[in-house]
């Protein structure tokens, strides 16, 4: 998983906070440095999706699930699927706990309501 190294213009300083070089390349967006390490020999696995989904980047997530998919098989493929929406599930419900009930989201869902049930019993009168 490791590159043995990335030069010319792609090479840039790894993020203190990453494990590897090619978690510090997706969290950055750097398709340049990605592809290079790649050609040294640099293997994806699940975290690596995982960082891609986290880094926001559409175009990046693409780029690191077509990389998996080419160099594994597809049973290897379908498991880093499913640990990493596994682990999507569990960030998700670790963040809909600590929400409080009456928080941001029933405000809003509370608003939405009040628009919408106004114009629906208004067109139940005109039909």
């Known amino acids: 998983r490791t590159a043995g190294g990335v030069a010319g213009s792609c090479k840039r300083k790894i993020d203190k906070d990453s494990d590897t070089p090619v978690t510090a390349a997706i969290r950055r967006g750097d ?58 599930l569990d960030e998700t419900r670790g963040r809909s706990r600590s929400q409080p009930s009456g928080g941001p989201r029933s405000t809003l869902r509370s608003a939405g309501g009040a628009m919408v049930l106004p114009s629906l019993s208004s067109c139940k009168g005109m039909q």
């Open 31 to 88: 398709v340049c440095a990605l592809r290079e390490m790649l050609l040294f020999g640099a293997r994806m696995e699940a975290a690596d999706i995982m960082s891609a989904v986290q880094s926001g980047d559409l175009e990046m997530l693409a780029f690191v699930q077509s990389q998996c998919k080419s160099a594994t098989s597809h049973k290897e493929f379908r498991h880093m699927m499913r640990q990493t929406a596994s682990q999507i």
